[in-house]
């Protein structure tokens, strides 16, 4: 195994405009009266429906099954009635069946206090059970199902277990506050992780501006006698990408195609921990998360806690709407999120922000030619040549751009964001990768 510097390589600087949201506490969001639940959260097949329209449901209750090992439990998020079911276009343009539950009866869960679980007495394969059925994925955009993430084959050798609280997209600040005000939760499901995987090292790896979380984490750390280290980390955007961090923290690299346990690192962000800590200590679902809104045209920016299904239109409410007309809406953070037209589009468990953005906030340069400045070369963290990968797919040449490393882009957007020409790389790379899919798939 070659170990590498752990210098980070390319990466830019966008303006990260937390600081209005960062030292906002987390609040609770008003419970919507009607949820539009989502059978497709994670990464895998939609779930299969386990209830019909007309059925009550309790808080918490399964009410899609996860289709296969890859797919994850989808269960209500308030008490009520299935009233209906709905085929919805999610922000990141994928379309699933999804069921309408109007608010009725008693919250039998999160209204009340719940005894914690002595966890140390369950075995790992109860662990592991445990999050399959409560339903927990990658909280921070990925979707995918923690409790196939972490069931590793019984010869896998763990080195590194990573909780990642970089969260380096500008404007998200949910994580961040997670950490400062949830500490004693996310260290505890760090040792839930660290008990299933059984690595050698856990760090918990931060940007140097968090400095408020950097300070409680390891405080809490430090009181409760805990082997963890914090590695604050400079602020370089995408270090927050998982296979930027196995090479940053572990000094390991590995391609798209591979997964990072394959080389002894797992990731996995503070968000997916705290789920984890819910689903054991607490035997909760995935039924609410935290998100982040921002952006200037937004009245009163917040971190809020969130039912799953609650409309995107009813949290820009809870945040005063409007100030301005936006120019776009934008589900997740502006570099890696999806542009969203229609704000009934429902909060799901991959929901980490809304940003409502004026046209200040976004820079409309018209496209000109590329003058060969090699910027989006420099600036690329997986060491492509974007404006390479770019001209081949323009001229339709699909095996020279995979050949050339297409698949290992991950789509962080630095290439774009620098180009002076405001050539659309991400898109054009994006567009490639679906062609060749569309061609036989990748070589
Ligand atoms: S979007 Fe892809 S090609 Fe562009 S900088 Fe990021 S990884 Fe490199
Ligand atoms: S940054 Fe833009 S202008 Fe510069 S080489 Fe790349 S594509 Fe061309």
Redesign the pocket.
């Known amino acids: 195994m070659i170990t590498l510097p752990r210098r980070p390589r ?1 990466g830019v600087h966008p303006d990260n405009r937390k600081a209005v949201t960062r030292s906002l506490a987390i609040r609770n969001a008003a419970v919507p009266s009607r949820c539009v639940v989502p059978l497709l959260q994670h990464a895998g097949p939609a779930a299969v429906p386990v209830v019909r329209v007309g059925d009550r449901v309790r808080e918490g209750m399964l009410i899609g099954r996860a289709a296969d090992s890859t797919a994850a439990n989808v269960h209500a998020p308030v008490p009520g009635m299935v009233s209906g079911t709905t085929t919805l276009t999610l922000a990141d343009e994928r379309s699933c069946e999804a069921f309408v539950i109007d608010l009725e009866g008693e919250f039998d869960r999160l209204g009340k206090v719940a005894e914690p679980i002595d966890w140390q007495r369950t075995s790992v394969r109860e662990l592991l059970r445990g999050i399959r059925d409560n339903g927990v994925v990658g909280m921070s955009g990925s979707g995918n199902a923690v409790h196939r993430k972490f069931n590793l084959p019984r010869a896998a050798e763990i080195e590194h277990l990573i909780v990642n609280g970089i969260e380096n997209e500008p404007y998200l600040s949910a994580d961040n506050r997670l950490m400062i005000e949830m500490t004693d939760g996310v260290l505890e499901g760090t040792r839930i992780a660290e008990r299933i995987l059984r690595p050698q090292r856990v760090t918990i790896a931060l940007q140097k501006d968090s400095t408020q979380a950097i300070r409680n984490l390891r405080r809490r750390i430090r009181e409760r006698g805990l082997d963890y280290a914090v590695r604050a980390l400079p602020v370089n955007y995408p270090q927050g990408d998982e296979r930027l961090l196995a090479r940053a923290i572990a000094g390991r690299e590995v391609s798209a195609e591979r997964e990072t346990s394959e080389i002894g690192v797992i990731v996995s962000s503070v968000a997916t921990v705290y789920a984890v800590f819910e689903a054991i200590v607490y035997q909760k679902p995935v039924i609410e998360r935290i998100v982040t809104l921002s952006g200037a045209a937004l009245r009163s920016p917040a971190n809020i806690k969130v039912r799953i299904g609650t409309p995107i239109a009813e949290l820009i409410a809870e945040c005063g709407g409007f100030v301005e007309s936006p120019e776009k809406i934008v589900v997740g953070g502006p570099m890696m999120g999806h542009t969203i037209i229609d704000v009934s589009t429902p909060v799901t468990k991959a929901t980490t922000a809304v940003l409502a953005l004026t046209a200040t906030e976004i820079y409309h340069g018209a496209e000109t030619g590329c003058i060969r400045c090699g910027r ?1 070369v420099r ?4 060491g ?1 040549e ?1 404006t390479s ?1 770019y001209k081949m797919l323009e001229h339709g040449e699909l095996d020279q751009a995979q050949a050339a490393g297409l698949f290992e ?8 964001f620098i180009c002076p020409a405001h050539i659309p ?2 898109d054009g ?1 994006k567009n490639g990768k679906l062609a060749v899919t569309r061609h036989g798939g990748r070589t």
């Open positions: 390319g989006c600036a690329c963290p997986v492509l974007p990968l882009c991950i789509e962080c957007g630095c290439c774009g790389l991400v790379l």
